[in-house]
């Protein structure tokens, strides 16, 4: 009996009905509005949280853009360093040139000034493509013309009339080449037909 009167005293919480979220068992005033200054400075912290990295982002995309921008503005800066001393032996080449007579001492001066532009073209990663003898690729060689040529098999390059280039295995500029072919049948008949 005594339980029943503690029960009574005591009520059991009342279930919430279906759909209803439960209701705390005080509304206690100063509760709730600590609770909701607690939950607009943690909103404030959030809000401030976004709007820093927003700002950051931001900065870090126009950054990001001038790099670009250097980057293509400036992207030969160590080439045309490398270069300019070759012209400048261009330069004094065609100065000595002027009141030389001595023809092999402006050919060993332009030898010089070809073999210095040669390594700062290896240097960046330029490559010649001089296929003579070699079978003709239409990735890095320009047919200009087809000869006849019983010696070498057809499709050889002959002739290279203009070299190409690489830039670090990327085509520059392709090779100008002459390609053999078989000779035709023409000239085979006509000494098959003299010897009959």
């Known amino acids: 009996m005594a339980n029943e009167e503690q029960t009574d005293r005591n009520p059991a919480p009342e279930a919430p009905e279906e759909g209803q979220e439960p209701q705390p068992a005080e509304f206690n005033p100063a509760t709730l509005l600590k ?3 607690e939950a607009q400075n ?8 976004l709007v820093r990295a927003q700002a950051e982002l931001e900065n870090l995309r126009k950054r990001m853009k001038k790099d670009v921008e250097n980057a293509h503005k400036y992207a030969l800066e ?3 360093n490398e270069l300019l001393p070759v012209r400048d032996s261009l330069e004094m080449g065609v100065d ?3 009141g030389e007579t001595d023809v092999e001492k402006i050919r060993e001066g332009t030898e010089l000034t070809l073999k210095m532009l040669t390594q ?7 490559q010649e493509v001089m296929p003579e003898g070699e079978r003709f690729d239409p990735e890095r060689h320009q047919a200009m013309s087809m000869q006849e040529n019983a010696e070498l098999e057809p499709n050889t390059v002959m002739t ?16 100008m080449v002459i390609v053999s072919r078989a000779p035709s049948g023409d000239g085979q008949q006509g000494g098959e037909g003299q010897g009959g």
């Open 160 to 175: 290279v009339l203009q070299k190409g280039y690489l830039l670090n295995d990327r085509l520059l500029r392709p090779a």
């Open 78 to 80: 160590k080439f045309a």
């Open 42 to 49: 943690e909103a404030r912290e959030h809000w401030d949280k």
């Open 35 to 37: 609770q909701l200054e």
């Open 120 to 126: 700062v073209m290896e240097k960046q990663g330029i």
């Open 96 to 98: 000595a040139a002027r």
